[in-house]
């Protein structure tokens, strides 16, 4: 049954209340459409982050890395897939429209996957410090979602990012009981992966972010950072490694004297570059994936007939 509601504050009340909001229902403009844009830009991720794992199937170290990255590889892009379905759903843009602005640079995707993933410790680094970061991010959301096709998309995601995550910790593992020499590229990739993925999360949410206003996301941007950094900085310092930053440091009296990890200022002119496609390696990442997706027209083609045929 379509549900309809008088005004806004009547909207903001169902939502209060643990509402649930679903594709049917007659939803205020303004929330069908931040949570569109939302999920389109956390499928283009997906995807981008798939093709990423995708270039390193021939290159991982043993049979048996390549066949993980295949499977991880395949979860990536069908996340893709499955939110492009419920983005659809919504009625702004079909799965093909929203796919071609991605591949024409027109629309937006994570920060982390307009880098290069140099040598196969990079691969390491973005398994542990970016999956990382992505399943702290989809699991605030997931807390609280209020839209009810997304969030059961959610539930499935984070169960299979959740293993992404673990075997980023596997890999590290077996790194730092390595040589020196695999110990030193760790760290060389770690200097090139830290700030990209404390810049996942954002700057500071806006007070009045929609998104936190209507229960898409349950906490603000600057209270997930936090705890990741408070989490892996003394994690990586365990294992012997530097945390690019010389300014980080330990204050006993942050938060009334419960302490924290405290990080230099952030620059965040690199993640804003990336938002404008400028990022270190967003060309060559878009103009791969568009030219995948134009080898591969004639399985859509094809398909296309066999379904008109059948």
């Not at 990382?132 to 299979?160: D, H, M, N």
């Not at 294992?239 to 419960?258: A, C, E, Q, S, V």
Request: net charge negative.
């Amino acid at each position: 049954m379509t549900r309809s509601w008088t005004d806004l504050d009547d909207f903001q009340n169902f939502i209060d209340g643990g509402g649930i909001v679903e594709a049917v229902d007659d939803m205020p403009d303004d929330y069908r459409a931040e949570v569109f844009r939302f999920i389109e830009f956390h499928a283009n991720s997906e995807l981008m982050g798939g093709l990423t794992e995708r270039d390193w199937i021939p290159r991982a170290p043993g049979v048996r890395l390549k066949q993980i990255f295949l499977a991880k590889t395949q979860d990536e892009i069908g996340h893709a897939h499955l939110l492009y379905q419920v983005a659809a759903d919504m009625g702004f843009k079909d799965r093909t429209q929203m796919l071609e602005e991605l591949f024409d640079g027109r629309s937006r995707f994570h920060n982390v996957f307009h880098y290069q993933a140099v040598t196969w410790a990079d691969q390491i680094a973005i398994a542990y410090l970016v999956d990382a970061a992505a399943f702290a991010s989809q699991r605030a959301v997931f807390a609280e979602c209020t839209y009810g096709p997304y969030k059961r998309v959610l539930k499935r995601i984070i169960s299979e990012e959740g293993f992404h995550m673990r075997h980023g910790e596997e890999m590290l593992l077996r790194l730092t009981e390595g040589t020196e020499t695999q110990r030193e590229m760790f760290q060389a990739a770690l200097d090139r992966w830290w700030w990209p993925a404390v810049h996942l999360f954002g700057p500071d949410s806006d007070p009045n972010d929609p998104l936190l206003r209507w229960k898409i996301k349950s906490q603000p941007n600057e209270q997930l950072r936090h705890a990741y950094i408070q989490k892996y900085v003394p994690l990586l310092q365990s294992y012997g490694f530097r945390i690019p930053d010389d300014n980080l440091h330990y204050d006993d009296t942050f938060d009334g004297g419960k302490g924290a990890w405290l990080t230099s200022d952030i620059d965040w002119e690199p993640l804003k570059a990336t938002m404008r496609q400028g990022g270190p390696d967003s060309r060559r990442r878009i103009s791969n994936a568009a030219a995948n997706y134009a080898d591969t027209a004639w399985v859509r083609e094809a398909l296309q007939r066999t379904g008109a045929a059948a």
